[in-house]
């Protein structure tokens, strides 16, 4: 709520100028590094830049029209350059605590994305190979910002755009006819495709002439040959079966598991286009469209014909386009393609269509094990499955110690152990690599999802079958800074959130939760909450219902589960 009284003194203050002078101000609203001077800080300088007169006269004249707002304030001062306010704490405090209460999951909810399509293509793990743990980050802050996004009122459609078409499936099929074993294969799909995968690559290395039986092999599979559509269709339906387990335990869903091979059909139209525009140059038998001295050019068609990720990708955002009608589309995908989205958007531009700006590459860093790239060609594959299933034991193990009467002790692990994953991720900038460790991120202290769930049982526990009237509190009790500090975190919720949606970045909920959670934390070490007193019992209840709303809300928009008891 001190956001929407800034957001105020801006507005109005702008239309005072314009009013006034016929200028167009921006003007900045900001927070004073020191509480002291006060809550809410104007800088002058711009306005006697742009209107030439001395600073003090500007200053008290900024300072008389924004008293005129009839803002929530209890003091206004000019110091120097600056008009500082100071807010009335205990009536904005009130109003802050009873919205936060009465809207419950709505508080915080954004107008910004309103009328608005967004369309996610994240998670799009490659069929035929394990889900790696590579594929996690792409999920789970896509299902994230999908979360974040509606919470700002758009409408999504979220895409799993599975890697079910390429050269990759030639190979599996050569290594299928040369080494594969059935009834093996059948016992256990995928480990036994990805063992034949890996297969490939090292026979490959001795023997070149693999790698051209597959290129023939995908070629044939695009000319429609049904015994390999079908051997095809089948890997394609068992690796859907094995992401299924994780989507089920992350709880996630898709509207649309479209993959590549849904846009075998609509490729032709688009390299026409591109062959029309005049775009389209032969260079050695292959196909490519040159993009301009700052990227290589694009391979749109290899010499034997066949179709390229790319090529897939471009047909793919023009039937998403006219599918979907996106003011914006996201592909949650890692650093290693920004080249690839690059070319992308470039390519979109010079077929003379104008939304190349609404395509957003959402880029990740790396997962590392041991500082080093995890990669299924190589068969040291981490299994996201294995991860899962680790943390959701060590949570176990945990909840055994600290809380051994407790019941449903294995949902309840389930969801600390998925809340430690998840958490270890977010609460990291999407941009940077990561290597994290599973006994750190599933402990109940340090900044982790298991800590902020904690936090949340506590409140919890602190106001189980309390009764209290949020309207007779003891307002005065807001002008001490630590309840106040509270207060304005939880009026920053939405803000928060907005800027999440958008920078893309989860982590701007995660690292708000952890403020929030630890500032809790750091008011309950010297505050008792469940007090005599029954008007500052009632405010202290209030409070605590409040930050439990927004840290049950919070965790949610990240995809983790918030709990009653742990
Ligand atoms: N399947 C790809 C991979 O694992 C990711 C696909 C991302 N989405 C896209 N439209 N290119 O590398």
């Known amino acids: 709520m001190i956001d929407s009284i800034k957001l105020e003194i801006k507005n109005k203050l702008e239309t005072y100028y314009k009013e006034k002078y016929n200028v167009d101000l921006q ?125 700002c009122e758009y409408s999504t459609y979220s895409i799993n755009y599975l890697g079910d078409w390429g050269t990759q499936f030639g190979k599996m099929i050569v290594a299928y006819k040369n080494w594969g074993d059935l009834d093996k294969i059948k016992a256990d799909p995928i480990n036994e495709l990805t063992a ?103 391979l749109i068609k290899r010499s034997d014909g066949g179709s390229l990720y790319i090529t897939r990708d471009l047909a793919a955002v023009f039937y998403r386009k006219k599918e979907y009608k996106f003011d914006k589309i996201l592909y949650v995908v890692g650093n290693e393609q920004k080249l690839h989205f690059q070319q992308l958007k470039r390519l979109i531009t010079k077929m003379g269509y104008d939304f190349a700006e609404e395509v957003n590459h959402v880029n990740f860093g790396l997962y590392l094990t041991n500082g080093k790239k995890a990669s299924t060609r190589k068969g040291n594959v981490v299994k996201l499955y294995d991860v899962l299933m680790t943390a959701i034991n060590l949570a176990k193990k945990q909840i055994e110690e600290k809380n051994p009467n407790i019941k449903n002790k294995d949902e309840i692990a389930k969801n600390v152990g998925i809340a430690a994953i998840v958490f270890a991720d977010l609460k990291n900038f999407r941009g940077l690599d990561i290597e994290f460790n599973i006994q750190d991120a599933v402990k109940f202290e340090g900044q982790t999802g298991p800590y902020l769930q904690y936090t949340g049982v506590r409140i919890a526990s602190i106001l189980r079958d309390k009764e209290f009237d949020y309207n007779n509190i003891d307002e005065s009790l807001f002008t001490k800074p630590h309840y106040f500090e509270l207060v304005k975190l939880i009026s920053e919720f939405k803000s928060t959130i907005e800027r999440a949606a958008n920078e893309f970045a989860p982590s701007v909920v995660a690292k708000y939760l952890l403020n929030l959670a630890a500032s809790f934390n750091k008011f309950y070490s010297i505050e008792k909450i469940n007090v005599e007193d029954e008007v500052k019992r009632n405010t202290n209840f209030a409070l605590a219902k409040a930050i439990r709303i927004v840290l049950n809300e919070g965790l949610r928009l990240l995809g983790i589960k918030y709990l009653e008891e742990m």
């Open 196 to 298: 034949l995968y890996v297969r490939f690559h090292e026979e490959a290395e001795k023997n070149p002439a693999l790698e051209d039986e597959a290129r023939e092999a995908f070629r044939k599979m695009e000319l429609k040959d049904q015994e390999y559509l079908d051997l095809w269709k089948w890997i394609r339906e068992e690796s859907l079966k094995e992401s299924a387990q994780i989507y089920d335990l992350l709880d996630i869903s898709f509207d649309s598991y479209n993959g590549e091979a849904f846009y075998n059909d609509k490729m032709d139209a688009v390299v026409d286009e591109l062959e029309n525009k005049g775009l389209l140059v032969e260079d050695q038998g292959a196909k490519i469209v040159n993009l301009g001295d700052d990227m290589p050019p694009a």
């Open 27 to 151: 003007i900045v609203v900001e927070e004073p590094k020191k509480a002291e001077l006060g809550d809410i800080s104007v800088p002058m300088f711009a306005v006697v830049k742009t209107l030439r007169k001395p600073m003090p006269e500007i200053v008290s004249e900024a300072l008389d029209a924004i008293k005129s707002f009839n803002l929530p304030i209890s003091d206004i001062r000019s110091v120097g350059a600056f008009v500082n306010l100071f807010v009335d704490k205990e009536k904005l405090s009130k109003a802050i605590l009873i919205e936060a209460i009465t809207k419950e999951s709505n508080y915080g909810t954004s107008e910004m994305g309103k009328d608005k399509n967004v369309t996610l293509d994240y998670s799009s793990p490659n069929i035929a190979k394990s889900f790696s743990i590579g594929h996690l980050r792409s999920t789970m802050i896509g299902n994230s910002l999908k979360l974040i996004l509606q919470k």
